[in-house]
């Protein structure tokens, strides 16, 4: 592997450790196996590696590897090794020679006789009348025996008697084919073997002047102790070894937080900050408090499965408050108690009692009024909803939306606006505009906007609850109320044009995030 390395000699600092691996492999001539190096310096073996990597780093250590084929003996390998072959056993049995040796097994006589033939060392035959196999030794095969020649295979097998590993290298060529005709005589395994050189630039430095084995030696300070800090307070001058703040170290990721996750807190404290408590709603939800609640019409196109995911299961909430129930029927129908007209059209049960993951999460607003009809009221949440739209760089089916509402007496319009300033200047976007709109419950409505680098971003919308959402539930005064959206502000909070990129789970970028920014 090669590395960019962008020192010179003068420039290159290195650890007492990396000076003892250089200052050793300049004694071994430049090159040596890690297993040496381990030895001469009685470290681990790892530790070699690991210095010599961050010498690699730095242009001054070469690390070859190369992984080759080490062979060693099996069971019946070994047994081959202490009493010979089998057909050098026949062999020698045939010639009578009595050896003190275990006589050959029914299966080993087999492949005696096979490699007898195979090795031209004797001829096979048949007795006539017994019928027993003969083995009739050939010139090759006596003189083979008398003057104890080893064939290929036999030298290795003694290379390997030991029980060692040995590498491919090692071993007689011939005779490890040989062996390994044979079935379970040997052994195998791929080893890698490393070793390490200087490089020129690691020659050079190695060979500088006057450089002890040891940081320390040089009268540098690599770790500060006590008795450093005493001699310092004395006045002695003391010398430290330098940081290369640039040279390489290995990336680490820590365990982080989701952006989105981290501002969700933001936005939370910043809401706690301004005197709000949480409240929290479940996903699913009957149309009732999704809708009918909030006086969304049940003709509304909202309504339409193109916008919203209806549950099949459970296809029905049924709403169990009936005065309620007709309260909100007659508001929609012809406005009820409320002065209002109402949308007069027929409003039924059925429609209501349809379910659906929330739209947005006024409903958790509404419910929640609902319980709490009472002022003073300050109330946000942060939460997830589900719209059955497209995904593209604008859109999400699955977003946050950062709701909120202020129950006072005497709220007004220039307090909803105050309060979402104040709260968008806390986050970091103080440039705050709104513009008429509208929302089937409120009046009036309008949309939130951030200005931000040239842009002007719409961020969600607003208003004051509307007679037609509060009288049913007995509240009395002004509700003011927004519902923002939590992965615009992730967006330009990251700078980014694509909401898809700032709900991405994709690993390599969340790591490469800047921790500050
Ligand atoms: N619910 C609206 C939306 O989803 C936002 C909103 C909330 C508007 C409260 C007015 C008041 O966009």
């Known amino acids: 592997m090669t590395n960019n390395v962008p020192w010179t000699v003068a420039e290159i600092e290195t650890s007492p450790d990396e000076l003892r691996l250089i200052s050793e492999l300049l004694e071994c001539k430049g090159a040596a196996s890690p297993r040496d190096i381990a030895g001469k310096l009685a470290w681990p073996e790892i530790k070699v590696m690991s210095v010599a990597s961050w010498c690699r780093q730095k242009g001054l250590v070469d690390i070859k590897e190369a992984s080759a084929t080490q062979y060693s003996l099996s069971d019946e390998g070994k047994r081959y090794a202490q009493y010979g072959l089998p057909e050098r056993r026949a062999l020698s049995a045939v010639l009578c020679r009595t050896e003190d040796k275990p006589a050959l097994s029914a299966e080993e006589e087999k492949i005696a006789v096979m490699w007898l033939r195979k090795k031209g060392l004797a001829d096979i035959g048949k007795d006539k009348t017994t019928g027993k196999i003969q083995v009739l030794p050939t ?152 809708m009918d609640a909030l006086f969304i019409p049940q003709d509304h196109p909202a309504r339409d499965i193109q ?125 705050v505009d709104v513009n008429p709109s509208y929302y089937p419950y409120t009046e009036p409505s309008m949309d939130v906007f951030v200005r931000w680098k040239g842009r002007i971003l719409e961020m969600g919308g607003a208003g004051i609850f509307r007679p037609e959402v509060t009288a049913p539930f007995g509240v009395k005064h002004q509700v003011l109320a927004w519902g923002l959206g939590l992965e615009r502000l992730a967006m330009i909070k990251a700078g980014e044009s694509d909401i898809r990129n700032v709900i991405s789970n994709d690993m390599r970028a969340l790591r490469k995030r800047k921790m500050l920014r």
């Not at 290379?159 to 040997?186: C, F, I, S, T, Y």
């Not at 307070?233 to 990721?253: D, N, T, W």
């Not at 929640?368 to 497209?390: C, D, M, Q, T, W």
Request: hydrophobic letters at 35%; a negative charge.
């Open 139 to 290: 010139d090759k095969g006596r003189e083979f025996f008398d003057q104890a020649l080893h064939t290929a295979d036999e030298k290795v097998l003694q290379a390997l008697n030991g029980g060692q590993w040995v590498a491919q290298e090692a071993l007689d060529a011939d005779g490890l084919q040989m062996l390994r005709g044979r079935k379970g005589v040997l052994k195998s395994r791929e080893e890698t073997s490393r070793s390490l050189s200087l490089t020129a630039l690691g020659a050079q430095y190695a060979q500088g002047a006057g450089r002890a084995p040891d940081g320390d030696a040089q009268g540098q300070i690599s770790q500060i102790t006590s008795a450093h800090i005493q001699d310092h307070q004395k006045g002695k001058l003391l010398s430290f070894r330098k940081y290369h703040v640039e040279s390489f170290a290995p990336e680490i990721y820590g365990g982080g937080r989701h952006p989105l996750r981290e501002l969700m807190d933001e936005v939370r404290e910043v809401f706690v900050q301004m005197g709000f408590e949480e409240i929290e709603c479940d996903y699913v939800q009957p149309c009732f408090w999704n």
């Open 307 to 431: 916008d919203t995911f209806y549950m099949k299961d459970p296809a029905v909430i049924p709403v169990t408050d009936d005065g309620l129930m007709g309260k909100i029927r007659a508001t929609h129908e012809n406005g009820g108690e409320t002065g209002s007209l109402g949308w007069r059209s027929k409003w039924t049960r059925e429609e209501a009692q349809r379910v659906v993951l929330r739209t947005h999460t006024t409903v958790n607003t509404i419910r929640y009024l609902s319980e709490h009809p009472e002022p003073p009221l300050k109330v946000f949440s942060v939460g997830r909803i589900f719209r059955n739209e497209a995904t593209d760089a604008t859109h999400l089916s699955e977003l946050h939306q950062i709701e909120g509402i202020v129950m006072e007496r005497g709220a007004t319009m220039g307090m909803l606006i105050g309060t979402l300033k104040e709260f968008y200047t806390r986050i970091g976007f103080p440039d």
